[in-house]
């Protein structure tokens, strides 16, 4: 009979006990991501107050890129100094390629060079490549970085995390967005998803929208 109240009196010892809850998953207690346009990589570009619009400079570049400042986690939330911090880049802006063309110079194998060491040959002429219906082949192309390919599978459960480009497990994400002259004078939205603990337990999740007009 002792036994039998020794064995009830430690299993409702166990029982009482609680699980002390988990920590706010950032550590100043307030979640915070803000995305810029970095200004370096697209000099000309800035932020217009009066509309709430970046004006994004076309410099010949490819591309441009936004970088965020993302607010620390708790150390609860970190992983051998690894932060289990995810951003995600999406944008309402598609490319559909129709035709390439490109331009390639030519060189003579007995042409004249331009240097006296014979390393810089000179162009006798140039080709021009086209290739045509390139829709045909390649799917529209999302200016962040991701397509959609031709028999996607929607239903599937890894379908959400294709749609999209990533940036994890750092506090100062940057995404390069596709920009070539075609799109000057175009608006388009980009928009953030920032999960401050992509794990289990609690999270906090912040979204935002960068609006850019190319010039």
Not at 28 to 34: I, K, N, T
Not at 130 to 139: G, K, N, S, V
């Amino acid at each position: 009979m002792k036994k039998l109240l020794l064995l009830l009196g430690v299993f409702l010892l166990i029982s009482c006990e609680t699980t002390p809850p988990k920590p706010y998953p950032c550590l100043d207690g307030s979640c915070d991501a803000e995305f810029i346009i970095d200004t370096i990589v697209s000099p000309g570009s800035y932020f217009d107050s009066t509309d709430g619009y970046w004006r994004v400079k076309f410099n010949g570049l490819g591309y441009f890129t936004i970088q965020g400042n993302l607010d620390e986690l708790d150390p609860y939330y970190v992983v051998n100094k690894v932060p289990l911090i995810e951003t995600q880049f999406d944008s309402d802006y598609w490319v559909v390629f129709d035709t390439l063309q490109w331009t390639s110079p030519m060189y003579s194998v007995l042409s004249w060079f331009s240097n006296a060491a014979y390393t810089q040959p000179i162009s006798v002429g140039s080709i021009t490549y086209t290739l045509e219906q390139i829709a045909d082949l390649h799917p529209p192309f999302n200016i962040v970085g991701y397509q959609i390919p031709k028999h996607f599978c929607w239903e599937c459960p890894y379908a959400e995390t294709i749609l999209a480009s990533y940036s994890k497990y750092n506090y100062m994400p940057r995404q390069q967005i596709f920009l070539d002259n075609e799109m000057i004078g175009d608006t388009a939205s980009i928009f953030t998803k920032v999960l401050f603990n992509n794990d289990s337990g609690l999270r906090e999740i912040r979204e935002s929208e960068i609006k850019v007009i190319f010039e």
